[in-house]
Nanobody, 124 residues
């Protein structure tokens, strides 16, 4: 089993920055791919970014490309999402996800471990 715990959410003004963290514990060696998704009430969960632990392959949703960066600290088993130039439409609950499959994917069904989520609110 793998446990994921997100932190770092909060309230920020439009144009500001936040850095989310996802601390992984348990059988983390079995999860070569990690990702961030987000969800707002009444909408489907939306892919944000993904990366592989070893190879460093990354993928970003078009809506966040150039503003968000996913990166990791292998020694601490932690994945981060640096979010810059935040917009009100970035407001959502952000979830960390991991999978024991290889490669990056934008589909939530590809991931079998999920964190509890952290709220990000961007005010205009």
């Amino acid at each position: 089993q793998v446990q994921l715990v997100e932190s770092g959410g909060g309230l920020v003004q439009s144009g500001g920055s936040l850095k989310l963290s996802c601390a992984a514990s348990g059988r983390t060696f079995s999860t070569p791919t990690v990702a961030w998704f987000r969800q707002t009430p009444g909408k489907e969960r939306e892919f944000v970014a993904a990366m592989t632990w070893r190879g460093g392959s990354t993928d970003y949703a078009d809506s966040v490309k150039g503003r968000f960066t996913i990166f990791k600290n292998n020694a601490e088993n932690t994945v981060y999402l640096q979010m810059n130039s935040l917009k009100p439409e970035d407001t959502a609950v952000y979830y960390c996800a991991a999978t024991n499959r290889y490669g990056v994917s934008r589909f939530g069904s590809f991931y079998n471990y999920w964190g509890q989520g952290t709220q990000v609110t961007v005010s205009s």
